[in-house]
């Protein structure tokens, strides 16, 4: 609970801040506080039953350490003798409980009930913490004094709590809620803020304990935080202390009268209340100076763990994730799979040793030496950056890590990349680049190459219209059987009459008969382009010697023969006559040269 309306009071020094500003740092979190924030969040029975108070410890914690801050967990001792009775009643003996009801009185403090449930929930809490590698401090009495001792000797950075009179206890800066959700965020005092704005020090902090109440005393009834502050602040802070001890504030009580009453007894609502007007009736009695002299004390000499103790420094030592132990607990108290335990932690794991080594490199910066990744004492667990990414609309990248069983990649901000390994942001840039570089083109061919390459393949089609319509020897020469032939070496053309009786006086022995299995002529073969549509002219002083081809049946060759004196193909039942068949093919075949020619 802390002081009564010390928020409100402080209000003015709230300071909402990034979760970001908690990297790098070392903070210590009152325990108890935090599992009481993190059970009213829920407090159904299945709210109990499936633990998630501790499920959410477990996601502060993963973003904690993924930001390498370092957790120092800070639980309650015993309970103070100078508290027992306010603890009794705000409880009403549900809570926790006392395990001695006898042991009333407030001379010494009390032990807990470690039995009870909200203490089985502390266990737990710190059996998550430890698995983790948040080491735990109990403290000998209250939790917040110890994490003020730590902050006021500076071997933390700030404190998390929600009681307000740690700053009575010495703290100078305390984190009140944390917020994981938009990117994150903490709510923050500041002590010097406090003292600057406000005007009020530790001492003036406990005077208003003393007036308005805290868990020590009940203070002056219906006194209000505001002249509470104003008679604070006309005391000093060096002299209140003393002057709240020795005056009688029963008087006080008159603070809620009219304007005119207040200023018939020395008050000035628009000046400070001058000291020597509040002592109207003498001093208080000894049993109200005894008290509040106890509840002063109890803040200036709260019973704690010295600094150099050997439970402080153990705590303050670095320690190790435990992974075996993480996927453990988190099986045993939430049933979780190894792979999703460690698919919360991993990334987290490699985010904190990621900044780890990017402080590093920035003091040994700051040093003047500059080291390449290669020369660092500590190994970047960056392998490569994959791509860009973003992340609650920050820029971030997916990267691959190295040496990290498990995790495959991660997304980290840019601006942790950058600080940690700029020389792999460089490589990932130049191979997009060459990613990006455009394929070098064919040059165009010029007009006469185009021509030269027509050309070409006006000479490919010849010699396959040769083929087509037929190849010779030196000898020979093959034609469609529909077009007459004229030998210009006699200059006189045959007729089909003349054919006909050429193949009628063949003797049989002399016709080869085209089949499948011909095989191709061994002998030279001379080719020259003929005209389908003009006759076949064969420009010879020899005796020229023609075979008919079958057009129905597959091209080929004539095999080489012994007797090539008079070699005729047949092409038909018929000798002499054409099928109409055969001229219909003809006609088709030269059609299509004629289109190839022609260009379609």
């Known amino acids: 609970m802390g002081v009564k309306n010390l928020w409100d009071i402080l209000d003015p020094c709230k300071k909402t801040l990034p979760l970001n500003h908690l990297q790098n740092k070392r903070v210590c979190v009152d325990l108890s506080c935090w599992m009481v924030q993190l059970r009213k969040i829920n ?10 108070y501790l499920k959410g410890l477990f996601h502060r914690i993963r973003a904690l350490i993924a930001l390498n801050c370092s957790i120092i967990f800070v639980t309650d001792g015993s309970i103070p003798g100078i508290k027992v009775s306010t603890y009794r009643r705000r409880l009403q003996m549900d809570y926790e409980g006392i395990e001695n009801e006898s042991c009333t009185n407030q001379k010494g403090s009390l032990q807990r009930n470690m039995g009870s449930e909200f203490s089985l929930m502390i266990k737990e809490a710190k059996i998550l913490g430890l698995a983790l590698g948040v080491p735990c401090l109990d403290g000998v009495e209250e939790g917040e004094a110890q994490c003020a001792l730590l902050d006021m000797e500076s071997l933390c950075d700030g404190c998390f709590s929600s009681d307000s009179d740690i700053f009575l206890f010495g703290a100078r800066t305390v984190y009140r809620e944390i917020c994981l959700g938009d990117g994150g965020y903490v709510v923050c005092y500041e002590m010097d803020d406090i003292e600057r704005k406000l005007g009020l020090g530790r001492n003036s902090l406990i005077a208003l304990a003393v ?6 005393t009940p203070g002056v009834r219906r006194l209000g935080p505001e002249l509470a502050c104003k008679i604070v602040k006309s005391y000093g802070e060096s002299a209140v202390l003393q002057r709240v001890v020795s005056e009688d504030l029963s008087l006080l009580k008159k603070a809620n009268c009219s304007k005119k009453q207040n200023k018939a007894l020395g008050f000035n609502n628009k000046e400070n209340i001058p000291p020597n007007e509040l002592n109207i009736n003498g001093n208080k009695g000894d049993s109200q100076n005894h008290q509040s002299q106890q509840v002063i004390d109890a803040y200036l000499k709260p019973k704690c763990h010295s600094a150099d103790s050997q439970k402080v420094q153990r705590v303050l030592d670095t320690h190790p994730f435990q992974r075996n132990f993480v996927v453990q607990t988190c099986h045993r108290y939430f049933e979780w799979p190894q792979e999703k335990t460690e698919e919360y932690i991993l990334p987290k794991i490699a985010e904190r040793d990621l900044r780890r080594f990017a402080n590093l490199r920035c003091t040994s910066s700051n040093l003047g030496v500059w080291l390449p990744l290669d020369k660092m004492p500590m190994k970047c667990p960056v392998a490569e950056i994959i791509k ?12 691959s890590w190295e040496d990290i069983d498990g995790l495959g990649s991660s997304i980290v901000p ?13 490589e990932f840039e130049e191979r997009l680049a060459e990613k990006k570089k455009p394929k070098p083109r064919k040059p165009r061919q010029k007009k006469t190459e185009t021509d030269k390459s027509l050309n070409e393949v006006d000479a490919k089609l010849q010699e396959l219209l040769l083929e087509i319509e037929g190849t010779t020897t030196n000898t020979q020469k093959y034609r ?10 006699q200059h006189e053309t045959k007729t089909d009459q003349d054919w006909s009786m050429l193949i009628n006086t063949t003797s049989n022995s002399q016709k080869i008969k085209m089949t499948d299995n011909t095989t191709k002529s061994c002998y030279n073969i001379m080719t020259e382009v003929v005209n389908l549509s003009t006759p076949l002219v064969t420009k010879s002083k020899t005796k020229v010697e023609t075979d008919v081809v079958d057009l129905l049946s597959p091209f080929s060759a004539v095999c080489p023969m012994k007797h090539r004196d008079a070699d005729v193909i047949e092409l038909s039942e018929s000798e002499t006559d054409v099928s109409p068949e055969h001229a219909k093919k003809a006609r088709e075949l030269r059609l299509f040269v004629a289109k190839i020619r022609n260009g379609f």
Request: a negative charge; aromatic letters at 4%.
């Open 43 to 52: 407090e159904s029975h299945c709210a109990l039953k499936d633990k998630l």
């Open 211 to 216: 007036l308005l109440g805290c868990d020590y």
């Open 388 to 399: 860009r990414r973003k992340a609650q609309g920050k820029e971030c990248f997916e990267v």
């Open 414 to 426: 840019a601006e942790l990349v950058e600080s940690a390994c700029p020389e792999k942001i460089v």
């Open 480 to 489: 469609l059987l529909d077009e007459p032939i004229v030998n210009i070496d």
